[in-house]
């Protein structure tokens, strides 16, 4: 990262000066603070069915989006006309838009202190996948359906891989001035096998892909070729599998599956504007109670959870967040304890806590909001062998199916795509339709042996906020299990 | 440049090189978001976004820009058209749309697509003073303007459209209810009795009473039925779906409750949303389900094309992946109030709000959820108390069956699903039985 004055480009200069007549406009216009952006970006976006690649997109936007504290609400106005002229007009907008809150006011607004400062970050990539010729990236993908389709009873052979280029330009009315420049590259597969009255499916490396920051590196280092077949016959086998049985047992939760636990039941449940009430009537709200931080005991001593946004090639790293606020890491839980939130300026200062900056938004038009960094689980000592190994009876269930959570964070159930029978230390038959459910706390509580073999997944799909933003998040979470929890729920 | 000529502009950049369609979307939308009885988050925003697509030969192409200069199109059209000479062939191009004249129904308020950020917060202020001592929470936003089609065929089509939600809950403590209301205009909606809807439910939610998990009779709200209706639309009666082996549809057979009649049709007056679909088809209303038996899909051209039928009208954008979906869904009231069918129950659920659902197989359409702002345990044909938030795991077809769908609501309306507003108008429900697989305790 360049930290100091002097860091930006030529090319740069009208789009600083786009967000600064934005701030400009908005303070003009009565606004005790604002900020503004300025974002361009990309994504190019293709999959392939049965050989036949079905879609190839391309999607750009650009614009400026600029926020104005008034009283006890924020005003936002955007637009993609990326003049100094309109983006004036478009902060007196936001300005206005703030007004317009007093009809239903509360308490005034303020927000905690961050460093000003004026950088530039840039993700570390190595390849552009810009640079890649798409019918190399069509190829990969056309062929890996192939093989899966070879498979004798594969019905449908998905791949799709997604690349977003994005370069932001944030001023504020503090002095804030940062450039970044994000480069995000995944994919996956799937196959899925058609019964008589059901559906089996297996992906890889999960089931909604496996995003990361940096460029086409990404996909080169998920070997698609080399798991397709894999992939497509247990699908295949899913299909005449026995049945998860249901009771109570010992459940060994693959990492990608450990990392949706993470981000559903411990990622949204601390966010601070969830605990505050800021979400109440969409996503829903928290468990947690500010007056338990640094008491409550949310699971097992070995559970260490933090919020980290400099982790090398997670999906959730960045130089700052869209407050201007530095990357930093969190801890949201040490040894058991809950003892940390995700936050911004404004839901800090009512919390009284420092800022973790975690408030992003979904492009230029949409407000930034509080978002999970990379949100994940410190590794354990154990191996996955040894987890089996000590395993008298349990379940190893893989890979995500669905995922349905309460409003509060505490009653989940997850499906995954399959499951493995543990028996005296052992891998045994495989399991279709394996489900478990449980309480966040009760379920974080049982957790007892962690595998050290960490993975940074990432989630390029979290829906919150009204307008929808979709936020891209990181999950580091190795192999864990957990005692006791109860699996094979039926209706 | 209006929205329509924009569109004729790009399709000629386009010229000879390629097959060409191009929606432009000219609507603007605004929201103002409550919560802990204030105005917390207000947002607006303007602008187009030009979406194109370009076939050469059938390789195809998609690209989406919000840049309308004439400089920024011509290099997207440029970048498109090469990226679709570098593809492989589309085995399932269908062609283009042709030229055809979209039913007059109009769903549009000039007031709505300009209503200012005062009129929206003052339904938040209204909704919110609906109660005293109650935390509100929720939203009001407005969309509206122009959308226009055009493509290299000859097919060329504008409107204008509107929407207006308000929707929120009051909450007492841990009790919450639920008030909602969706319309083409914003004129139509008033933020106190939609307040007052959320804080009748919230009061009689009060200190809920743990209950066992177990299947029990239940009355669902219209919202819930909303969400098992957008299940069926998106896994079941989407054609590219059921091309896929994934749907549960069984075309002529009965697979629901003689009492089940639903259609999608956009000339319903209560209807909200465009008069053609992302390939620029007229939408055509389409009976799903009839007196129980599967009588249609929903089909976009590539799904038609596939199956050797027409399109009725009901492409998405990013459809090529998802399939066709159908977006203005009725199912077809019967005659008794919510009142009567609580009445008819001995010992049952009424549920107000679904929250979470997710499929767990498209086949059999198992969803897993939880119930939210209001479940209320019936005894003796009357409401005897709230019961705490409950999991569920049900299929959907299992409980629409024959012998298992008790009554039909008269009480149609635009009911929030899950999935977002205007989508579908549903009725209460009364079923034989509804899985509750967990408790607040798991």
């Known amino acids: 990262m360049e930290v100091g004055t002097g860091v930006f480009s030529d090319r740069v200069a009208p789009m600083f000066a786009i967000s600064q007549s934005a701030v400009e406009g908005a303070l003009a216009a009565g606004a005790a603070y604002a900020d503004a952006r300025v974002v361009l970006s990309k994504q190019q976006s293709l999959a ?98 192939e093989t899966m389709q070879g498979v004798t009873g594969v019905t449908l052979a998905q791949a799709s891989m997604n690349f977003w280029d994005t370069e932001k330009f944030f001023v504020s009315s503090q002095g804030h001035k940062i450039s970044q420049h994000l480069v995000e590259a995944g994919g996956d597969m799937a196959a899925t096998a058609v019964g008589e009255s059901e559906t089996q499916r297996r992906s890889y490396p999960q089931s909604f ?283 | 440049m209006k929205v329509a000529p924009l569109a004729e502009m790009v399709v000629g950049m386009v010229g000879d090189r390629a097959e060409a369609q191009v929606t432009v979307d000219g609507t603007n939308q605004g929201l103002t978001r409550f919560a802990n009885s204030f105005i917390h988050q207000n947002v607006a925003e303007s602008g187009r976004t030009v979406q194109l697509k370009v076939a050469v030969d059938g390789k195809v192409a998609a690209a989406t820009t919000t840049r309308a200069d004439e400089e920024g199109l011509r290099a997207l059209v440029e970048e498109t058209i090469h990226a679709a000479h570098l593809r492989p062939t589309d085995t399932d191009w269908p062609g283009l749309a042709p030229p055809a004249m979209a039913m007059g129904a109009s769903h549009f308020d000039v007031g709505t697509a300009r209503a200012t950020p005062v009129e929206r917060a003052t339904r938040a202020r209204d909704f919110i003073t609906a109660a005293e001592g109650s935390l509100a929470a929720g939203y009001c936003d407005t969309d509206g303007g122009p959308v226009a089609f055009a493509n290299s065929a000859g097919q060329s089509l504008e409107t204008s459209i509107s929407r207006a939600t308000l929707d929120g809950i009051h909450q007492f403590g841990t009790a919450a209810g639920a008030g909602h209301a969706t319309a083409a205009a914003l004129s139509k909606i008033e933020g106190a009795p939609v307040g007052a809807m959320a804080v009748k439910t919230a009061r009689a939610a009060a200190d809920p009473a743990e209950l066992e998990p177990a299947a029990y009779e239940v009355v669902l709200s219209p919202e819930c039925v909303a969400t098992m209706m957008y299940f069926l639309a998106f896994y079941g009666w989407n054609a590219k779906q059921h091309d896929e082996g994934q749907s549960f549809v069984a075309l002529g057979e009965s697979q629901f409750d003689a009492r089940v009649t639903i259609v999608d049709d956009f000339l319903d007056p209560l209807a909200v949303g465009p008069s053609f679909d992302a390939d620029g088809t007229p939408k055509r209303s389409l009976t799903l389900v009839e007196a129980g038996i599967s009588k249609a899909l929903a089909h976009d051209r590539r799904t038609s094309v596939k199956a050797g039928t027409v399109s009725t009208g009901h492409a998405i954008h990013g459809g090529d992946l998802y399939g066709p979906v159908p977006t203005n869904l009725h199912f077809h009231p019967g005659s008794q109030s919510q009142e009567e069918m609580i009445a008819s129950v001995d010992r049952g659920l009424f549920v107000s709000s679904f929250n979470y659902c997710r499929i767990l197989d498209p086949r059999t359409q198992v969803i897993t959820g939880l119930t939210r702002n209001g479940t209320f345990l019936i005894e003796g044909g009357e409401i005897a108390g709230a019961v705490s938030n409950l999991r569920f795991t049900q299929s959907i077809i299992g409980a629409l069956e024959s012998g298992k769908l008790v009554g039909v609501g008269s009480d149609a309306r635009l009911a929030d699903s899950e999935v977002g507003p205007g989508l579908v108008s549903a009725p209460s429900l009364h079923l034989a039985e509804w899985h509750f697989t967990g408790g607040a305790q798991g």
């Not at chain 1, 600029?66 to 106005?77: D, E, T, Y």
């Not at chain 1, 892909?209 to 086998?237: C, H, K, T």
């Not at chain 1, 974080?444 to 906020?465: F, H, I």
């Open chain 1, 209 to 491: 892909g496996q995003f990361e920051s940096g460029g086409y590196e990404v996909i080169r280092r998920f070997d698609l070729p080399g798991n397709a077949g894999r992939v497509a016959e247990e699908a295949v086998a899913l299909l005449s599998a026995d049945e998860c049985p249901g009771g109570t047992t010992d459940v060994i939760l693959e990492s990608s599956q450990l990392a949706l636990q993470i981000h559903e039941s411990v990622g949204h449940a601390t966010e601070l504007d969830r605990i505050l009430g800021w979400e109440a009537a969409f996503a829903g709200t928290s468990w947690l109670d500010l007056d338990q931080l640094g008491t409550l005991q949310f699971g097992s001593p070995l559970m260490n959870i933090t919020a980290d946004a400099t982790l090398p090639g997670s999906l959730a790293t960045f130089g700052f967040d869209d407050e201007g606020t530095p990357a930093q890491c969190v801890d949201l839980v040490k040894e058991g304890v809950w003892v940390g939130v995700l936050s911004g300026r404004d839901s800090a200062a009512i919390a009284g806590l420092a800022p973790g900056g975690m408030v992003r938004g979904d492009g230029y038009n949409r407000m930034p909001m509080v978002r999970m960094t990379n949100v994940g689980l410190l590794p354990g000592e154990s191996s996955f062998e040894e987890i089996i190994s000590e395993t008298r009876d349990g379940i190893y269930m893989a890979t995500n199916r669905s995922w349905s959570i309460d409003d509060k964070r505490l009653n989940f159930q997850f499906g995954c795509e399959v499951g493995w029978e543990v028996k005296n230390g052992r891998l045994g038959r495989m399991l279709r339709n394996p489900t478990y459910t449980g309480i966040s706390p009760q379920f974080w509580a049982s957790l007892d042996m962690l595998s050290s073999e960490q993975v940074y997944w990432g989630l390029p799909n979290c829906g919150k906020g009204q307008p929808m933003q979709i936020g891209h998040t990181g999950h580091p979470a190795s192999a864990g299990r957990f005692r006791d929890v109860r699996v094979g729920v039926k209706g």
């Open chain 1, 48 to 145: 392939c069915l049965n050989g036949n690649l079905e879609a190839l997109d391309y999607d750009e936007r650009a614009g400026v989006g600029v926020r104005a504290l008034i009283g006890s609400s924020w005003g936002f106005f955007a637009t993609p006309e990326l003049t100094e002229q309109a983006a004036l007009a478009a902060g007196a907008e936001a300005a206005a838009i703030a007004t317009a809150s007093a009809m239903a006011p509360g308490p005034a607004l303020h927000l905690t202190d961050v460093p000003v400062v004026e950088a530039h970050y840039e993700t570390s990539h190595e390849e552009n996948p810009w640079g890649v010729a798409l019918s190399e990236k069509a190829d990969l993908l056309v062929g890996v359906t």
